[in-house]
């Protein structure tokens, strides 16, 4: 089965500065990659997804790129905030109906 | 908005009762559910997949008879813990896909057994 590693564990950065979170995934057959924020007590929230036709994608602050070479995908935060802070999980399948395979989280802390 | 709704938040019971979490997607149709448990600072970890009119398809190391999933409409899935006790005192979250192409989770219950 699918095996995804996500580093690193946890990231303090300086509010303003930017932040990379990066994946890595096993299964070739995988190509839907999106990208959850979770909140202290919440459930994730689906924040940005990449599929594998595409190499990058960006939504105001936030920047997904990903390496179907090299099975590696990122998510960039840029101009980080305060509320940005939450722990953010990267997840890969071959199909949003099938199981999703998650990393094991970063805990982002931004320091105002 | 949400778009997957979960039901109760936060619930206290005593040990040996049962309790019920309601998922339901609100817009959108699901024939396929996810239940996931999570411990503190840890990742998700899937319970079972909920699928309508057919029985769940369980992890591994999963109990059927302890975790009773039923998804007996397109749009709401059950989850009962059974006989509770301690040690499952855990979060529970449910998702749903979308149209078959993005992942939307609940809210979370945080269950605490006494």
């Known amino acids: 089965g699918e095996n995804v590693e996500q580093h690193p564990s946890t990231l303090s950065v300086q509010e303003g500065d930017s932040a990379v979170i990066k994946c890595t995934y096993s299964d070739s057959a995988s190509n839907y990659f999106p990208w959850y924020k979770q909140e202290l007590g919440k459930g994730p929230q689906l924040i940005i997804d990449i599929r594998s036709n595409v190499g990058e994608k960006k939504d105001q602050r936030i920047a997904v790129t990903l390496n179907k070479t090299a099975k590696h995908f990122s998510l960039h935060i840029t101009e980080t905030q305060p509320e940005d802070s939450a722990v953010y999980f990267c997840a890969a399948t071959d199909s949003p109906g099938n199981q999703f395979y998650f990393g094991t989280g970063t805990s982002l802390t931004v320091i105002p | 908005g949400a778009v997957v709704s979960q039901h109760p938040s936060r619930v206290i019971c005593k040990s040996g009762t049962s309790v019920k979490i309601e998922c339901r997607s609100l817009?959108?149709?699901?024939?396929?559910m996810f239940w996931y448990r999570q411990f503190p600072k840890q990742s998700l970890m899937l319970m079972a997949t909920?699928?309508?009119?057919?029985?769940?398809?369980?992890e591994q190391g999963v109990e059927k008879d302890k975790f009773l999933i039923n998804h007996a409409s397109l749009t709401l899935s059950t989850l009962t813990v059974t006989s509770a006790h301690p040690e499952d005192s855990s979060f529970y979250i449910c998702?749903?896909?979308?149209?078959?192409?993005?992942?939307?989770f609940g809210s979370g219950t945080q269950l605490s057994v006494l």
């Open positions: 998702s749903a896909p979308r149209d078959g192409e993005k992942l939307f």
């Open positions: 909920s699928n309508e009119g057919s029985k769940a398809t369980y």
């Open positions: 817009d959108f149709q699901a024939t396929t």
